[in-house]
């Protein structure tokens, strides 16, 4: 199947590490207009800089997804460097306080991981869906996770924040299809990710089980095929799927 996203014009959060990486080279090197949002500058930077040498278009923009005022500002100018918007995949996400018990939990991680993972889902959509609104089109792709979906998680926060994301997705589904916009969240199973592979060392660290880290880390799914799976449900030829994806 001969996908063409010539000319389309998206918004990847999350995009300068992991699969958000993968799924910004997919979109560019098929001739996509791109703008990254992301805090890592370092590696947005690198990113951009190495797919503008190959005549792609590519920007960055530093914009934290917990913030109203960034997110709504980094919208506004992002549309308007894209000239449009067709496709939004949100892939900003944290994972932290692995392997703690809910009487050890420190609440100032479960608000950072909630305001990033949730808070960002519900910020962008929102400040994206509205555009989207108006020409009555458009693609959005948030990202869940097996993890408070379909079943349990190391993390109290990030458990709760992927099974909110879920149920946002649904809403959203509901409420945006009467206006053309299709809605989407991806499950990713175990991926090789710097999200993941802190996971699992944490989790090391913490039980000194240095045999089921070895399992784990040999089973790690390519960050590349989950990209090839969004860059297909964001495509026309998706244009009759329904709810969540999941992979491995």
């Known amino acids: 199947m001969n996908i063409d996203m010539k000319g389309k014009k998206v918004i990847v ?104 993972n949730l808070t960002g889902s519900y910020l962008m959509s929102k400040h994206v869906g509205s555009l989207m609104k108006k020409q009555k089109s458009g693609t959005i792709i948030l990202t869940s996770s097996g993890a408070g979906v379909l079943g349990s998680s190391s993390s109290f926060a990030y458990g709760s924040s992927k099974g909110g994301v879920h149920g946002l997705s649904l809403v959203l589904e509901d409420k945006l299809s009467k206006y053309g916009i299709r809605v989407h969240d991806i499950l990713p199973g175990s991926v090789d990710t710097p999200l993941k592979n802190a996971q699992i060392e944490t989790t090391r660290d913490i039980t000194g089980n240095e045999t089921e880290y070895s399992k784990i880390k040999k089973v790690l799914a390519n960050p590349k095929g989950v990209a090839n799976i969004i860059y297909f449900m964001c495509s026309d030829e998706a244009s009759l799927l329904k709810g969540s994806i999941r992979t491995a």
Request: proline share 1%; net charge negative.
């Open 13 to 116: 959060t999350g995009g300068s590490t992991g699969i958000g990486r993968e799924v910004v080279k997919i979109f560019a090197e098929n001739q996509a207009k791109v703008a990254i949002f992301d805090v890592n500058n370092e590696e947005g930077m690198d990113l951009t800089n190495e797919l503008n040498k190959q005549s792609l278009d590519i920007r960055y923009w530093n914009v934290d997804v917990r913030d109203s005022n960034q997110v709504s500002g980094g919208v506004l100018a992002a549309t308007q460097w894209l000239e449009g918007i067709d496709i939004l995949i949100n892939l900003a996400g944290v994972l932290q306080g692995a392997s703690l018990e809910i009487d050890e939990f420190p609440d100032e991680i479960w608000d950072s991981v909630i305001s990033i």
